[in-house]
């Protein structure tokens, strides 16, 4: 009999986001990732910088001092090649912290996209190259092979599992979302739909959002959260299943909570207590799938995701704005491809990462206070203007490839 | 001749049309000797003006006048300024009150012939001017309330001052035949009263300009693969009618597939546009410039085929002459004065958005149309000039003149 345990699956990201960027810069400048105001929210480099402080450094310290304290301790976390080129960039040692992490043989590397893309809803060869991209990237950097495969923003359904079975991935991860659980819970492996090997990971929205999201805010009744009272709300939760998989952002962790907020020593003092009972445990994502049998099918034919209280695409896709960004981007994509110009086609990939996409949200009421505090824009207006020049600047870049017009 | 002129703005501190009207009428008629005393509601340097005297009526900043909206009186009881060393200056009305008093000021060592207001901002100083004058007040009105609140019914304070301002003057100048017909029709004015004169084009100041082709790189590169490029360059407001623009733009989309329609400057419009180009599904080929002057603003005329001037109410519209001297073929709404000038050009209704599109598509598909509307309309704008305009008005200035004394 297998202990329980919790799978801790952490993401980490950071996108290139576009300057201000006119359309004076149009078919003239091609530099749409770097703003050059230090003090923009635009500027990649400083929010790296700004960022690594806050959440990379001390997490990671904390992670590994994890690691050593706690022989079962274990994590699986999934990073971005955009972030990953980020920190190559301007934050190596950041890189060399993530090295060391996984050097334990206790952090496994999820699969995902390397562009954080939406690529999956408009093309499956494009889709294949980033998944490709980023499992080469992986190896070449940490000397791993990855397993369990995750969609941008957990974005799930029927046919992403099909595929990712297809493709050789032993996990899949996806959003515990209750209209589709239905009674059921979300603390078991599940097979999905039209699949036969492929284990279904569905993350426990409560107890991660209690970390992710509510435990800073003092108008929750649980404020402050302490590690014992999370403990037991952890032991009450695997009452029905063996596992409480905790999705969340890696950023939570000093970013969108501060260390003010008391959230490390809360994650250290929560997995020593986890920890001081012998029937506890930690899994990473391929153990989970390992050390378990689904339990039972579990089908999602409409895309389901782990953002806002809709958990659909509409954060991204929702207005006219977003679909229209995303159309014009991807119709591109024959004519980039053809060009073979490996800095074309890289910047072309970079826009398709789907924050950008996400700033041009336009859903201010519930959820869109979460909007407004992630976007350096002034509007989603302004998001979509800087975005579609830079679509346009690509399409030129197209037309004026091989010295046609150049 | 001695003339107070109450004016608004004057370029480079110019927000529209009216400061360069302004600026072209005084330079025309002290060329043929008018003393001149022009007041304008801000401080700032004109260089380029050594024609005649300037008269600061506040020490605010021109940027502060802007905020205040010169053109979009729907403000003009917001408080947008700050400081107390400001007075009663924090809001438009405060700064009009500042207005009459300097000029009942300036009236202490000034003696004019005539008084010559321009609009309902500077109206309540040119009815003080004359009451503490003596000299006869002349109204020019370049925009009625009606025409800046488009298809709304606009401000009331403002619409009253408009009516006092009508009632008081001596003799009034329309710009247009629509503004005369605006005037009689809506504010009861006796037509006998109001006199016609159309603003011109000065050629001159466009002389020593050559167009670089680079400001607008894209759209070159799109015209040289045979795209049309159909331009407007105004305030994104209400009155401009660029909602029905766009949709005439995506109706002739559909029939014609390569247009690029550049949205030259911006406006409390430009979201809901921005979000419109989406929803029509034409956002690749709406481009938004923000606010142009110098170089990008002259560049979007000399990238454009086509001009529109799509406004609901236009008293006049010097663009689309500015536009005709640049080689686009033009079309305006039937509600635009400057068609009473021009000849060789295309007219619709602002709402008739198939018409529109019908005369895009005509356009863009024939290049002799195009070449017979550009190469005619040179002849039409050439007959009018600032010099007959101020002919026109030193004439009005003697008869009012002989009349208040006699």
Redesign the interface.
Known sequence: MSKRGVVLYLHVHQPLRVRKY???D???NHDYFSDPDFASERNNQAVLQKVADKSYRPMNALLLKMLQQHPEFKVSLSITGTFIEQCEQWAPDVLDSFKELVRTGRVEIVSETYYHSLAFFYSRDEFERQVDTHRQKIRELFGVETSVFRNTELAYNNELAQWAEGYGFKGILAEGWDPILGWRSPNFVYRPEGTQNIGLLLKNYRLSDDVAFRFSNKAWEAWPLHADTYHAWMDASLQNGPIANLFMDYETFGEHQWEDTGIFSFFEAFIGQWLSDPNNTFYTVSEAVDAFDAQGEVSMPHTVTWADTERDLTAWLG???Q???LR?LYDLEHDVMLTNDIDLIGDWRRLQTSDHVYYMCTKWFNDGDVHAYFSPYE?P?DA??YF??A???I??RV??HGGF?G | MNILMLGWELPPHNSGGLGVACYHMSKALALKGASIDFVVPYKATHPEIDFMRIHSATPLSPLHRYGMGAYDSKFFEESLLGGEELGDVRDIRGVQRKYVRYVDQLLDTVQPDAIHAHDWLTIEAGMHAKQKSGAPLIVHVHATEFDRSGEEYGNPVVHEIEYQGLMMADRIIAVSNITKSLIVQRYGIPADKVEVIHNALDVDSFANYTYDDSTYRYLETLKQEGYTIVATVTRFTIQKGLTHFLKAAARASEKYDKFVFLLAGDGEQRDELLRLSADFGIADKVVFTGFVRGKQWRDAYSVADVFVMSSVSEPFGLTALEAAHHDNAVIVTRQSGVGEVLHSIFRYDFWDTDVLADQLVGIAASRSLKYELTQSVKHEYARISWASVADRCLQLYQRVKEKAYA
């Open positions: 006119s359309i004076f149009t078919a003239t207005n006219s704005m679909q229209e960004a014009h509007s207006y979509f203007l579609m020049n679509v346009r600047d399409r030129w037309m004026t017009y």
